[in-house]
């Protein structure tokens, strides 16, 4: 009996609680209308700043869509209600939106209505109060964001509402936040020199660009101690940049090294292995770019739903388009040339000529549009380095290809008959191994490789007929320094190719920075003629 009588207490007192609760959302909105009133007001911008004050007082946390609104331009003052709404639509007519719940309450002839306007000024000041509004937000990411939105722009009147934010928090990434957002308003402010040294070290957390921009612009009003002491916070930042633009420079390297590994790879095998100096191999390049060009388009117009899935779909077609274009250039041209490496080069020269012009002919000179799937698009930041999921994948997708070809090579039966032809040609004849055709696999299986490569490129370069003229002194250059034949050579002399290319650049250019590299190889080849990783045993002295 206890118990029930207990519930039923609990019960009738949240009833009795409840009418409390409603009165108190309602006077809540009645102020928050009350301000936002307010912005109607025609009396100039210092009056207009002074009423957004007045929403942001508030605290409301729904103040921030009709500010965000009145930003873009659509909050209008009713003529004959004499009540400010958010407006959306076109036309004569337009649709009124309540500025508290955003819900549609009508419409109204656009002659009824004027529009709040706005300039520049009320602009930062709007940024800067839906910062403030949006720091009692449920979700912590909106709030971390406010918190961000009030270090770009420190304003000392925000310290208070700051403090009563702080209080209120209880996620240690907000706090965090709310602290350096906190340290940059006191440091912009005119409280002793004590309290804006030690809001310093807050500053400095901040890091990268924003955290020197905001010491730089401090520094002008300082003297004395908090002088010193802001140049040496700036002197740190600095240093902090210099070390990621190391890392980023890094990172830079990496990525076009992928990108000549995988332009290379294919190289590798058929110039590498193989001995034939194939300068079709950036036409092969091209023609899996434009492979999953098509995939593409069919996608698109046919079946939009899979356009995410159009790069796995075009992967075994852009090998097999590509390795069946290598395997008739083998059987109808190549074979006839073995031996002879100046026939060999002019002759896949032409060839490289054909299929351009064939490709100009059937898609037109013009680029062509290859689209991101999702899970390329957008770049997240790791510190101050900057990364773009298109590179990242691409990197990845290079360390695939390689590991998988180097799988293939070792340890596959056409790995090793391959491997055996190229070697010693006749023993791999006495032993019964059928060489013409291991020579036909064998240059289709890097002009595909060649073709998967398009397909990555498509995605971070434009699709034409000259794509593969961009990489094919690129590949070349790898597979000699890497060391002909040698497929570890080759992904070390990419990413040694490509970090020093990311180096040179920023001071000598790209072009001229391209030439020192070209000039460094040649040096290189005449102090070690087989490269990086050279072959070692009878079949190099054969």
């Known amino acids: 009996m206890t118990l029930i009588r207990t519930i039923f207490a609990a019960f009738f007192l949240f009833l009795a609680a409840l009418p409390l609760q409603m009165a108190s959302a309602q006077d809540d909105d009645t102020a928050l209308r009350q301000a936002i009133a307010g912005l109607g007001a025609e009396k100039g911008y210092s009056k207009l700043r002074e009423a957004i004050a007045v929403v942001v007082e508030t605290g409301d946390p ?49 002659g009824a209505l004027k529009k709040v306007r706005v300039n520049n000024s009320v602009r930062r000041t709007v940024d800067e109060a839906v910062g403030a509004l949006t720091l009692a ?39 965090a936040v709310l602290e350096q957002a906190r340290a940059a308003a006191i440091l912009f402010s005119d409280q002793p020199d004590e309290e804006r040294i030690a809001a310093l070290d807050k500053v400095r957390e901040i890091g990268g660009q924003e955290a020197l921009s905001l010491l730089v612009r401090a520094r002008s009003a300082t003297q004395g101690e908090l002088r010193d002491a802001t140049d040496r916070a700036i002197a740190s930042v600095r240093r902090n940049l210099q070390y990621w633009s190391v890392g980023q420079n890094v990172w830079y390297g990496i990525s076009l090294g992928s ?15 193989m001995g034939v100096i194939n300068m079709a191999h950036g036409e092969m390049v091209m023609l899996g770019a434009y492979t999953t060009f098509m995939v593409q388009e069919v996608m698109r117009t046919s079946f939009p739903g899979l356009l995410d899935w159009s790069l796995l779909i075009a992967l075994p077609l852009a090998f097999l ?70 590179r990242l ?62 397909m990555a ?53 790209a072009v001229l920075a391209k030439i020192f590299v070209l000039v460094f190889i040649i040096l290189f080849i005449q102090k070690r003629p087989r490269g990086l990783f050279a072959l070692k045993g009878r079949a190099v002295e054969a």
């Open 62 to 110: 729904r103040g921030a869509r009709v500010l965000n609104a009145l930003s873009e331009g659509d909050v209008y003052r009713h003529q004959d209600q004499d009540e400010v709404f958010i407006v959306a639509g076109r036309g004569k007519e337009l649709t009124l939106l309540d500025p508290v719940t955003g819900e549609k309450v009508g419409t109204a002839a656009k």
């Open 393 to 454: 994948w691409i990197v990845v997708f290079a360390l695939v290809v390689f590991a998988v070809l180097l799988y293939a090579i070792n340890r596959t039966s056409l790995g090793l008959r391959m491997r055996a032809v190229t070697q010693n040609r006749r023993m791999a004849a006495a032993m019964g191994i059928r060489t013409p055709w291991v020579d036909a696999l064998t240059f289709a299986l890097g002009s595909g490789i060649a073709g998967i490569a398009g």
């Open 259 to 273: 990108v000549l590994l995988l332009a290379a790879i294919g190289l590798a095998i058929t110039f590498g292995v």
């Open 137 to 175: 937000a449920k979700d912590p990411h909106v709030r971390i964001s406010a918190a961000r939105t009030l270090i770009e722009n420190p304003d000392p009147d925000s310290i208070e509402i700051i403090d009563e934010a702080l209080q209120d928090e209880d996620d240690s990434a907000v706090i």
């Open 321 to 390: 388009v590509a390795g069946a274009v290598g395997f008739v250039l083998e059987r109808s041209v190549i074979r006839f040339l073995y031996g002879r490496p100046l026939e060999t080069l002019l002759a896949t020269w032409g060839v490289s000529l054909i299929l351009q012009q064939a490709v100009r002919t059937i898609f037109g000179p013009t680029n062509r549009e290859v689209s991101n799937p999702s899970f390329m698009s957008g770049a997240f930041r790791l510190g101050e380095l900057s990364i773009t999921w298109n």
């Open 457 to 509: 490129l498509s995605q971070i370069d434009n699709v034409s007929p000259n794509l593969g003229q961009g990489y094919i002194i690129d590949s070349f250059m790898v597979v000699v320094f890497g060391g002909v034949g040698n497929l570890w050579g080759t992904l070390i002399a990419a990413l040694s190719l490509g970090v020093a290319n990311k180096f040179l650049e920023p001071f000598a250019g």
